[in-house]
């Protein structure tokens, strides 16, 4: 499947609000549901204070559906780690800049596999952190939650990243997308679209709803 630009409105339903004793089904109801992508927390328990699941969530996912795979790790060491989820059939890895690793190789490693590389950065992380390696990437990952757990509140200032983001995405001619993760509805949606962001991640607001379709239709239209 191929990523939409960043003009487009992208709904990402996030596998961590899923039902993990159907995986396999669960992902199939976000496609039926109207999803674009499906975003996959990946957690170590050391870089956040979680543990989620790895590469072979991934691969067993890919094998059994189609649908864009929008991996986010959340992980210390994403350029050891990065072999194994680029052969389990990621479309898109997202990296940390605050992760131990040299940013601009993982970034250059994952577009020369042909996935389209993400960086994200925390919501105590300065957008200065990320500004030398935009020109890299495909996706900029803005949390709007502190990472590591679903459910939290969404955190509108940092929406100043993301106006500041999409104005130097124009000013410098780049084409990456811009997602926010963390707390996003129908309402949150709007308030990051008008600051530029264009790639939805929810979780418990699609998953845990009780018509998933209209929940994706509502946040893609809001």
Known sequence: MIAKTFHDRVIAPSLLAADFSKVGEETTRAINAGADWLHLDVMDGHFVDNI??????VQTIHESNDIFLDVHLMISRPDHYLPRF????????????????????????????????????????PLEDVIPFLGKID???CMTVVPGFGGQPFMEDMMDKVRAAAAF??????????QVDGGISA????????????????????????????AITEIREA
């Open 169 to 178: 995405r124009k000013e410098k001619g780049y084409a990456f997308h811009i």
């Open 139 to 141: 996706l900029l990952l």
């Open 187 to 214: 309402e949150t949606a709007a308030i990051s679209a008008a600051a530029g962001a264009n790639v939805m991640v929810a979780g418990s607001t699609t998953f845990g709803a009780k018509d998933m379709a209209a």
């Open 52 to 57: 989620s699941f790895g590469p072979a969530i």
């Open 86 to 125: 680029i052969a389990a059939g990621s479309d898109c890895i997202t990296v940390h800049v605050e992760a131990e690793h040299d940013v601009a190789d993982t970034l250059d490693r994952i577009r020369e596999a042909g996935c389209l590389a993400g960086l994200a950065l925390n919501p105590a992380t």
